[in-house]
């Protein structure tokens, strides 16, 4: 199990941090309120049986799966919470036209002023630009928000276009965006994992002869997953602003590395990011062709001339200058 600990922390610490943390939270606030109040289930016998080197095993190994678990399935756990997965259309649809109401009211300008009118712009920006891409939850809009940022600026579909971005930015922003999202993950694991904790304690509480306190607890977890879900809403803006970062920085080095040159005008950018998009998404060869005269025309050794501080030279005026040089050679 402690290798098992150590790789995820080598190779990926913010899974470390978001998903089995909390996990370990959670089932430790079971262990010390809710256990001790078990009287009729034998398992609970059998584990008070255990040495304290055995409990600490159970519980580690526990958490840990349960932390891998709820990190291979938190696409879909996203989805619920955004109201894409399992909302019945008439649910959705009214969680649309309220969230679209909400927007309306945040809108720059109206009323507030100060830091109150600061307030209302930074929920504001929670909202994706066009509402007809408002989803029906506060953290779907918030997510949507950064979502579509490439693509309201540039045309540039950060969503399809997420592992080339990835690769051509700095390490540090990279780790920026991971720490971003890992606060996020954070709260949202602890959304699902309080749900869970009330379900069980209530049901444990029925059975234990309807036990108070249990069932006390039961109600607080799940009154604390609200919490835990708008805390989730206010964390997305740090991980927005890193998405931000990502199209702004990325989208020059991107066109560098797929060879291509960035045009001059906003608007031409936005056509050749436009077909960029379309061509890796639906690998039409006709935005391919379209994308000819946006490709950069090989020069000789650019790398080289650019660590130079010199403008790279065609091949042409490199040879030519070697035969100059060559003729006025003094002969031996």
Known sequence: MSDLLKGLAGGNAAVLYAWIFPSALVLG?????????????RFAWRFADLSSTEQSGVFVGISAGLGVFLNAVSTPLYRVLEGYLLWPACLRKRGVARQRAIKASLQPGQGATGWLAELKLEKWS???????????????????????YGSSRFELDSQTMWSELCAVIP????????????????????????????????????????NGWILVWAVAALLSSY???????????????TVQALVNIGRSKLATEMGLCLPDSIDAEREMWGLVTRFVFYGS????????????????????????????????????????????????
């Open 285 to 332: 060869v006709n935005e391919a062709r379209q994308l000819d005269p946006y490709r950069c025309k090989c020069k000789c050794n650019p790398d080289k001339e650019a660590a130079d501080g010199a403008e790279p030279k065609p091949a042409v005026e490199v040879i030519s200058v070697a035969l100059t040089e060559t003729s006025d050679a003094p002969e031996l």
């Open 126 to 148: 929670r909202f994706p630009d066009e509402d007809d891409e408002i989803a029906p939850t506060r953290l779907g809009n918030a997510l949507r928000a950064f979502e579509t």
């Open 171 to 210: 390490k540090y922003l990279q780790d920026e965006l991971d720490q971003s999202r890992a606060s996020v993950d954070f709260f949202v694991a602890l959304v699902y994992l309080s749900i869970a904790f009330g379900v069980v304690s209530f049901v444990l509480g029925v059975i234990e002869r309807r």
């Open 29 to 41: 606030a079971f262990w010390l309120f809710i256990f001790p109040e078990l009287q009729d289930l």
């Open 227 to 241: 919490l835990w879900y708008r805390l989730a809403v206010v964390a997305s803006s740090y991980w927005a602003a």
